[in-house]
């Protein structure tokens, strides 16, 4: 039976903006009150899922979050209506009205970890949704996300979800952002690849000193056990400590893997020989050749990873065998990370071919490639039962062009989220995706 790995695209919401929400990422507080542009941002997003789809891949689609989430601001005390809600806050609150307002669920890879059946105990796959406790504007995600992937993935023949982990800073879960998945074919049974910044309970495991960790060991132990993942299938590293204090705030910053291929920084783990030495073992056991491409730090420094997004790649595996490496635009305006792409490429290993998209929307506020989709590995069978709703197709990529360009502003700034009208026009445009993903009644406004 054939097998696909399927990225589920992030659809950028109505209130895309700069907020600067995230402690941490340099590129969303570096970019801090800018003014943002909801209609591109969509639109560059939804032209790299169709160049996706374009060159054979499977391409799926997540819906965005209604927002300015105003269900959030009245359990932190500001009542009234919708509108004197978001009035007050604007008044008495204004970064939380801004956090309340936030699109970052457009970074999928943040939506939930995913596993699939051939490395499940009972032999589905398994959707457990990212408490994302870390900041309160992504923390407040995971009910509609859940609601959301369980109007995509329904049939539970096929598929198992697990709500959030509890939302406790020992807890911390990121996702997929922080989560890799190596097989030789993406139907075999593989390893998971679980990526922490600390241990909650343990003090002699080191931490970062500048910016916070949001990833717990403990958190990921806890996602392996929820998905009925073996011993011999799991593989837990810690990122190094130094290189969050770079900026580096999630493992996808700094790493990539794919198929029997990770691509990472020399300083992205804390004990790589050991890491690797591991991952090559278990993966030997499994009938796959682990390979890795660590990129030396004389050759492209944290600063230049961090800045360009190189490793915030999407590392896809062509029909005939051959990798390619979807990066954005900000990798070939650096010189040095564009001189070590053109030597990667010219060296003729497994990554045979790189690929630029714009994506400067997402990238000023701290997301890339690899941040904007969700990968599923799917059976044919587990295919056929998805939603067909999400799956994008030449006609469902003109519907959502011509959705877009009728609900979304050209333009946002702070002043504009306090604006009772936004919210009205969040939840009539999403009130219509509904119906074109044929969701059902996923969002809070549909459903109270």
């Known amino acids: 039976m054939k097998s696909f790995e399927v990225n589920f695209d992030g659809l950028v ?220 299938g799991v593989v837990f590293a810690q990122q190094n400590p130094a290189v969050i204090d770079q900026g580096v705030f999630h493992n996808d910053v700094i790493a990539v893997g794919n198929g029997e291929l990770l691509f990472h920084h020399q300083d992205a783990f804390l004990n790589t020989e050991q890491t690797l030495a591991e991952l090559h073992s278990k993966l030997a056991a499994r009938g796959a050749n682990f390979q890795s491409i660590s990129v030396p730090r004389d050759q492209v420094a944290v600063e230049d990873a961090v800045r360009s997004y190189l490793f915030n790649s999407q590392l896809l595996t062509r029909d005939n065998g051959s990798m390619l490496l979807i990066v954005p635009e900000e990798c070939r305006a650096n010189p040095r990370v564009w001189q070590y792409l053109q030597g990667l490429i010219a060296s003729a290993g497994p990554i045979a071919e790189v690929k630029v998209f ?9 997301g890339g490639p690899a941040c904007l989709r969700l990968r599923v590995a799917l059976n044919e069978k587990e295919l056929s039962a998805v939603n067909p709703g999400v799956i994008m197709t030449p006609a469902l990529y003109e519907t959502l062009t011509q959705w877009v360009s009728k609900h979304y502003r050209d333009a946002l700034r702070e002043n504009d989220l306090a604006d009772p009208q936004l919210l009205i026009e969040c939840r009539t445009a999403l009130d219509e995706l509904t119906h074109i993903l044929n969701l059902g009644s996923v969002y809070p406004f549909q459903i109270n």
């Open 358 to 366: 714009d994506l400067k929307q997402s990238m000023q506020n701290g």
């Open 13 to 232: 919401g109505p209130t895309h903006n700069y907020g600067g929400l995230s402690f941490g990422n340099v590129a969303s507080q570096s970019n801090s009150q800018q003014a943002s542009n909801p209609k591109e941002a969509a639109l560059q997003g939804l032209e790299k899922m169709k160049a996706l789809m374009d060159m054979g891949f499977v391409q799926g689609v997540l819906a965005p979050q209604e927002r300015p989430d105003v269900a959030a601001l009245r359990s932190v005390g500001f009542g009234g209506s919708d509108a004197q809600v978001i009035e007050r806050a604007a008044k008495e609150a204004m970064p939380l009205l801004v956090a309340s307002c936030s699109a970052s669920s457009m970074w999928v890879a943040n939506a939930a970890t995913v596993s699939p059946s051939a490395d499940t105990a009972d032999g589905r796959v398994h959707f457990t949704a990212a408490n994302l406790n870390c900041k309160f504007h992504r923390s407040i995600e995971h009910p509609t996300t859940s609601r959301v992937l369980g109007a995509m993935f329904a049939d539970q023949d096929h598929f198992a979800h697990h709500a959030a982990l509890p939302a406790v800073a020992q807890f911390g879960d990121e996702g997929a952002a922080n989560h890799t998945r190596f097989c030789r074919d993406y139907g075999e049974a593989g390893v998971e690849f679980f990526v922490y910044g600390r241990s909650a309970f343990d003090s002699r495991y080191p931490a970062p000193q500048k910016y916070p960790a949001r990833q717990t060991l403990e958190a990921s132990q806890a996602v392996a056990r929820l998905h009925g993942l073996s011993d011999e």
